[in-house]
């Protein structure tokens, strides 16, 4: 019914940046609270950021905060994560999810293909 796409991973190194695109389809997509998680190697799923189609609300982990911005574009239905100053330690594959009504891991009904992210020191 919703579908992510995700692109705009990549290699690049400390201090740089990066730009993800999800595109979301479907008839229903207007219905979910939108935003990115992260898998590292070996580790759990993390929330990185949320948005609402009105752009009325934003959330960001507090490991992100101030280097990640998360904004979205109503009529391409898309939703984008500028990523500045990246750490060796966001090295991850990177999830556009769609939630309701929450953007929980729980709660989670949609998930993008996943697009890598690797920060060389």
């Known amino acids: 019914q919703v579908q992510l796409v995700e692109s705009g991973g990549g290699l690049v190194q400390a201090g740089g940046s990066l730009r993800l695109s999800c595109a979301a389809s479907g008839r229903t997509v207007s219905r979910y609270r939108m935003g990115w998680f992260r898998q590292a190697p070996g580790k759990e799923r993390e929330f990185v950021a949320a948005?609402?189609?009105?752009?009325?609300?934003?959330y960001y982990a507090d490991s992100v905060k101030g280097r990640f911005t998360i904004s979205k574009d109503n009529a391409k239905t898309t939703v984008y994560l500028q990523m500045n100053s990246l750490k060796p330690e966001d090295t991850a594959v990177y999830y556009c999810a769609a939630g309701s009504p929450l953007l929980v891991i729980e709660r989670i009904d949609y998930w993008g293909q996943g697009t890598q992210v690797t920060v060389s020191s």
């Open positions: 948005i609402n189609w009105s752009g009325s609300y934003t």
